[in-house]
């Protein structure tokens, strides 16, 4: 079955290809990730602590653009206002690092690079590295996404220990043992996604739209990819535009400081740690992160 699927797409592809000499389009991808439960201080009040949890919840649900042609793309996020709140949880406040979604991604399948925006305490940073490589499994099985008709591949690949996410959910789970043992409550044994050397990614694709492409990072399939599934993440497309009237230019960003992403993690950390000392030293002298005030 599988050989069958594999030789049905590479005659969908012949055929795209042929016809694809100026193929452009876009793509619209609604993702949301699972987030756990906040807990906050002990002493916060519930209902804050409910209103900062809506908050997480919502930030966790994303729009995407994927701006595409034949050999590279920009994945940017839409951009959503935010009001501000009374309990400090609107955009920007007094510590910011920009998110890893909100910088504009570039990547060029020809040269398997990528690059990408990213603001650390309103400084700009340009970085570029290479594109992670997916060994793709081809499946056996087959579902329309809209009027697609997409076809399953997995992949399993090893979590960067050096990462600055994997990094994060290890000061996460420290955090929480910590929390644990202050209010007496047995740790649980079992070892969640988080702490997994490998991760399952699982991908649909559609052989239809013939460029090898797909939301964030993820690539090297012969046809557009319309879904991601991870461990905590789904990307799902949700409207294709295919060869528009207007002309669209597809460039990488050359405004801010080149770094490569391994450096650039290890940036951000050494300022956070930086900014959580602070922020625990202001309050043990009573006057918040900026230490007391007279």
Do not use: H
């Not at 876009?26 to 602590?49: C, H, L, N, W």
């Not at 012969?222 to 669209?248: H, R, S």
């Amino acid at each position: 079955m599988r050989k069958l699927i594999i030789s049905i797409i590479t005659v969908i592809l012949l055929v795209a290809t042929a016809n694809a000499q100026d193929f452009q389009g876009k793509a619209i991808y609604q993702t949301k990730t699972t987030v756990g439960e906040f807990r906050g201080r002990s002493d916060m009040p519930e209902a804050q602590r409910k209103r900062m949890m809506e908050r997480i919840k919502k930030a966790s649900e994303k729009t995407f653009e994927l701006t595409f042609d034949k050999s590279s793309a920009t994945y940017i996020k839409e951009e959503v206002l935010e009001a501000p709140s009374a309990d400090g949880g609107g955009r920007g406040g007094r510590f910011r690092f920009g998110s890893a979604d909100d910088g504009k991604l570039y990547k060029n399948i020809q040269d398997k690079s990528y690059t990408k925006e990213a603001e650390m305490f309103g400084k700009v940073f340009l970085i570029k590295d290479e594109l992670q490589t997916y060994n793709w499994v081809m499946g056996s099985e087959t579902k329309k996404i809209g009027n697609y008709t997409c076809y399953q591949a997995t992949a399993v690949i090893p979590k960067d220990s050096t990462s600055f996410q994997t990094l994060m959910d290890k000061r996460r789970r420290e955090r929480d043992r910590e929390r644990n043992k202050e209010e007496n409550k047995d740790e649980s044994n079992e070892i969640t996604s988080d702490e997994k050397s490998e991760e399952i990614i699982t991908a649909w694709f559609t052989p239809e739209i013939p460029i090898s492409n797909g939301p964030g990072n993820y690539w090297g399939l012969p046809g557009l990819i319309l879904e991601v599934n991870t461990a905590k993440t789904t990307m799902l497309c949700t409207k294709i535009v295919l060869n528009a009237d207007e002309k669209i230019t597809i460039a990488a960003s050359k405004k801010g400081k080149e770094i490569n992403q391994a450096d650039y993690d290890a940036l951000l950390l050494k300022k956070m740690d930086e900014m959580s000392e602070r922020f625990q030293g202001g309050r043990r002298s009573g006057g918040g992160p900026g230490g007391r005030r007279n």
